[in-house]
Each structure stands twice: as C-alpha cells, then as structure tokens.
C-alpha cells in the first residue's frame, strides 16, 4: 500500500543541506526542520551519507594517458592520487611512489612534450632518486600543480632548458644529479646514479664515465615496466650510446681542511686551504656516486702494482663485489661481473709472473679499449696479508677464501680474487714444454713483442695488444718462413685463421727451436697445422741437386762469411793505390786523415775524455813529386 501525498508545504532549509539533497537524492521532505544536516550526530543518516561524499573526494585521481616513464619504450598510463602517483603500461605491471617519498618535483620541456621530473628522498631508491615521466601536454601544468600543492606539499616549480648551445657555464652539485647550467638555466643533468667512475685527466680536467651495457643482450631496460630504464641504465642505448663527458674547469676554490688547535691555546679552528676547483667537484663526485672507498669495507688493498696494460703502477683496493685502480692520473672501478677470466702465467725470464684479467665490456680509457689488464710481479717478492673481513661474511664464501694469505704476491692476489668471483685461475696448457723447458713463446704481433701462452683452449698474447683465441673458433694454422735466405732462416711465423672468415692472426719471428714442441701441441688439440716450410725446404733440394754447379759453389760461401761485420774486412794494401796521386780521394784512404761529418760526430759522443785528447791534428797534404 502505498504512503498517501504530503499535504504540509517544503519546510525551509540551509544551502549546505541542499547540497547534500542534491548529492545524496534525498526529498527535500525527509530533511527535518530542526535538524542541521552538517551535524556532528553519529546517528544522523545526513551525517554518514557525508562521510560517505568525504569518501569518494578523497579517493580522487588525476589521470593521463600517453606517457613515457624513464625513456621507456611503451607509453603508459600515468594517475596521480592523494596518497602518490604510479604508473602502467599496456599488459604491465604498476611502478608506484608514495608521496612520502617525494622531495621535489620539476616541470620542462622534454622530448616528447613536457616532462614531470621527480626527486626522490632516498637517493638510493627507486631509479638513483630521479623518475622521468614524459608526454605531459601543455594544459596539464595547472592540474598537476595544484595536485602537488594540495595533495603532497612538496615544491614543484617549473624551470626553461638552456637552447643557446653554449659548451660553457656552471656546474651545480644536487642531491640526486649533477646540472650544467647556462645563465642560471640547466642545459643538462646528470643522475649520480649514471656515473660509474670520474678520473683527472689534467690538472684542470675532469672526465666522467657512464655506466655501460654489460653485453649486447643487455638493453639495460626492465620489461615488466615497458622498457623503463633502471638504475644505472639510462645512458645505455640501442645502437649509440654516451660513454664519456669531459669538464675543463679553471682556478682554484677554498674548502675547510679540517681542525687545528691554536698555539696560544684559544681553542681549535678549521683550516681553509685552496685546491683546484677540478679536484673539489672530483671529490664531491666521488662522495655522491659512491665511487671507491665509499662504496663500502675494502677487504684488501696492495700498493704500487706495476701494470703493463695500461701502463702504470696502480694501487689495488678490493671490496666485496668490485676492485679498484688507483693511480696519479687515472682511476679504474671494475665490477667483478665484467671480469669474465683470470690468467696467471710465469713469464719465460724466470723473474717475473704475470696476472691477465679479461673483461667484458673492455675497460676504457677516452678512445682507447683495453680487454686485458696485465699485471707484473717479481716471483721472489711475497707477501703477508689478512682479509678485512668479518667471519659471517667469510662464511658466504665457503671454502673459496681464506681469513689470512701468505706466499708469492702474484699468488695472493690470484686466490683473493679466485675466492671472491668463483671463477678459475687459468694456467698455460701441460701439453706444451718449449725447448727451454718454459711455458712461453718469445714472438711478435707486428712491431710489438711478447709472449705467446698456449693454455688447455685458446692461446693468449700478452702484453700488448692482448690477444685471446679460443680453439673453437680457429680453423686452421700456417707455418711459415719469411724474409732473410731460407738455409739461414732461424725463425718462422705462425699464422692462425678464423673460421668463417673472421680474419686472422700472425705471430712473427718465432725461434726455429719452438718448431716441434708447437707442432706436437697442435697434434695433441687435434689443430689442422700446415707446415709451408717443409715444401721451401723440398723445392731448395730440387733446385740445389739440379744445379751441380749451384751445390758447390764456395764463392757464396765466402760472400756470406766476409759480409759479416766490419771488424772482418781485410785490412791489406791496395796494390792499385797510389799515395802520390792526383786525385784528392786518397785521403780518405790514409790511416792517419780523420773522419768527417756524422761519423766524427757519432764517435765524439761515444768516446771518452782521454779518446778526446789523443786526437791529433790533420796532416797536410804531399807535395807532388816529378
């Protein structure tokens, strides 16, 4: 049955109370007279309806479509909330951030419209302490800012990229980035969390590494969140990508030094001292990057290590999960997942050791590439060392590492880094005994000498260039004999081609004596060898038994033995000379006329004070006689 009209007339109510009507689709009978429908009366049905509208306005999102987080590949949607902001793309997961987190934000002019660049508390945390998020459209500024404002307090300003194309300015030290500004607007930041060394070139230089790509698979991107780029990862690229930028940076800048006490007692006072303005942002950087000993605990360190590539001596500092080149000019951080190998291998001078670690990527140095450092030590050098390791840590690595090492220097070093990285320390093959029972052999790659290493798989040139081929990609090898008489030959070269025409390799001016001990490795590796020098050896036999004449001839062998040196020249008189000739020539030929030009030079430099003073003036010249 249904509730009969109401006959009595709307009573009057307050504006607040028709908002809530309208809102709510309540008659405006059922609002009471005497009842204030903002009340704080739990029991009022108005009163929960408004909690209910606080609700729904606190659970407000700003959302837009088409935008890029870190340089990511695929757009996504971006919504910002009361309680933070996220991110996510087709098929994707979410990437969210909390507004506790958030220090401050940035809008710009970016690649693909305008960007909201974010700082971050924590310059640890996500993505180094700097999101990106591009696509932003022009309109969206006013709706953005007023979200930052009312919702997470936090400043966002807006800020002008610098368009003059000027290659000088200021650098400005952040939290979470290095900017260049020019005439106080950024032309370019660079995340710390990018810089994966910075080293001093020159006096008033500086250089900074970025972080690379550990192979060609590493795209550096994570795929659940559309190809965003993680930590350490937004310089990488598809095919070109930045390695190295350098700052030439003048003058000199005051920093305190520290604290001395005052002679008359007054108390103690800081220090200023002036420094070159290239060394101070070094320092800074190498603080905010965390870069060497801030990195963390160094477990080893070991000082003047003499190193063939590059060349130098560098002080080693190992940590738990990298090591560290310190040098006068350069200094190297290399992660333990770059150094794919270990090589220790005993140099054929029976004094030294060499320690070769292959890298992957090769370690850089400007333009130049170095895959291999080589290390060299003496073998009678040892050494006493304990690890600076607590014993839980020492537990993590089992049986692979020792509290406390003692021996060959070359020997420590190897087991320290054997028990870090897991990895084998490789040694030259068994299979091979050089004639000098040593386990090199003495060659040449073009004009640079070195030894060649025959390990169990691959052979290793060192020192430089460093080269390393494994067996598998070798299709054949080539002994040769070049250059010089073939019956007088005492070296050859060996020749090593690639499969699939992936070049070749030629190691020049190997002793003739390392003929057989090579070739017996070779049979031992199953290696296709072609000798070339057995066939030269049969066509000189053919041409020598074919020409009777050419077998004994004696007059060569008198050419060969007289063109030795000049110390084996007759010194017989000519009988054909005339000493009371005409000709002016045959001064030269008198013992007592002194030499000219560059020869009397070249023996002035060599000679001694007492060779100076028996020099004798030169005697004139005979006198015709008829």
């Known amino acids: 049955m249904q509730s009969p009209p109401l006959s009595r007339p709307n009573p009057p109510f307050t504006a607040a109370a028709q908002a809530v009507q309208l809102i709510a689709g309540l008659p405006s009978a059922f609002v009471p007279r005497d009842v204030d429908p903002l009340s704080s009366s ?150 710390y969390s990018e810089i994966s060394n910075t080293n001093l070139p020159g006096k008033n230089e500086l250089a900074i590494e970025f972080a690379l790509q550990n192979d060609d698979k590493d795209t550096g991107t994570n795929g659940h969140l559309g190809g965003a780029r993680g930590q350490g990862k937004k310089s990488s690229a598809a095919l070109d990508q930045l390695t190295e930028i350098r700052f030439y ?21 800081e220090e200023e001292e002036d420094v070159a303005a290239a060394m101070a942002l070094y320092d800074t950087l190498v603080a905010k990057a965390q870069i060497g000993e801030v990195a963390g605990e160094t477990f080893a360190t070991f000082l003047e290590v003499l190193h063939l590539t590059p ?10 999960s990298s090591f560290r080149l310190r040098g006068k000019t350069y200094d190297y951080k290399i992660e333990f997942e770059k150094a794919k190998r270990f090589f220790l291998l005993q140099k054929p001078d029976d004094l030294h050791t060499l320690l070769c670690i292959g890298m992957d990527p090769p370690l850089r140095q400007g333009q130049t590439r170095y895959p291999f450092l080589v290390m060299q030590f003496k073998r009678d050098e040892e050494t006493q060392i304990e690890l600076n390791i607590t014993d839980e840590t020492l537990k993590e690595y089992g049986d692979r590492l020792q509290p406390a090492y003692e021996g060959p220097i070359a020997n420590v070093i190897a087991k320290i880094f054997h028990g870090l990285t897991g990895k084998r320390l490789l040694q030259p093959s068994k299979d091979l005994v050089t004639h000098h029972n040593q386990s090199g052999v003495k060659c040449s790659i073009k004009a640079s000498e070195g030894h060649l290493y025959c390990l169990d798989r691959a052979f290793l040139f060192v020192p430089k260039p460093a080269t390393y081929l494994s067996f598998d990609n070798i299709a054949s090898v080539t002994m040769s004999r070049v250059g010089g008489a073939v019956s007088a030959s005492r070296t050859f070269d060996l020749l090593v081609l690639l499969r699939n025409g992936a070049g070749e390799h030629q190691f020049s001016n190997i002793n003739r004596e390392e003929q057989q001990p090579l070739e017996n490795f070779f049979a031992a590796k199953n290696i296709k060898v072609k000798n070339e020098m057995d066939v030269d050896g049969g066509m000189l036999a053919a041409a020598l038994s074919a020409d009777p004449d050419l077998a004994s001839s004696e007059d060569e062998e008198v050419v060969q033995k007289d063109r030795g040196s000049a110390d084996e020249d007759s010194e017989s008189e000519d009988e054909d000379f005339q000493a009371d000739s005409d000709s002016d020539v045959a001064e030269e030929f008198d013992e007592n006329a002194a030499s000219s030009g560059s020869d009397a030079e070249m023996a002035d430099a060599g000679g001694s004070d007492s060779d100076t003073a028996e020099k004798v003036e030169r005697p004139k010249k005979k006198s015709k006689t008829k």
């Open 249 to 269: 940076i003048p003058g000199q800048e005051t920093r305190k030094a520290g604290k001395a006490s005052d002679d008359e007692g007054s108390g103690n006072e």
């Open 42 to 191: 739990s029991s009022s049905p108005l009163r929960q309806r408004r909690h209910q509208l606080g609700s729904t306005a606190s659970r407000a999102v700003e959302s837009f479509d088409n935008i890029y987080l870190d340089l990511s590949k695929e757009p996504g949607k971006c919504r910002l909330a009361e309680s933070g902001l996220g991110w996510k793309p087709a098929g994707g997961t979410t990437f969210t951030l909390d507004k506790a987190e958030l220090a401050h934000a940035q809008w710009s002019k970016a690649a693909k419209g305008y960007e909201l660049r974010l700082h971050t508390k924590a310059s640890d945390g996500k993505n180094g302490g700097v999101v990106q998020l591009d696509g932003f459209k022009q309109d969206d500024h006013d709706t953005i800012a007023k979200c930052f404002k009312v919702w997470y307090g936090v400043e966002f300003v807006q800020k002008e990229h610098a368009l003059r194309g000027w290659n000088w300015g200021k650098t400005e030290v952040g939290k979470n980035e290095l900017m260049f500004n020019v005439r106080n607007q950024p032309a370019f930041e660079l995340p």
């Open 311 to 320: 060349r130098g001596r560098f002080d080693i500092d190992i940590y738990k």
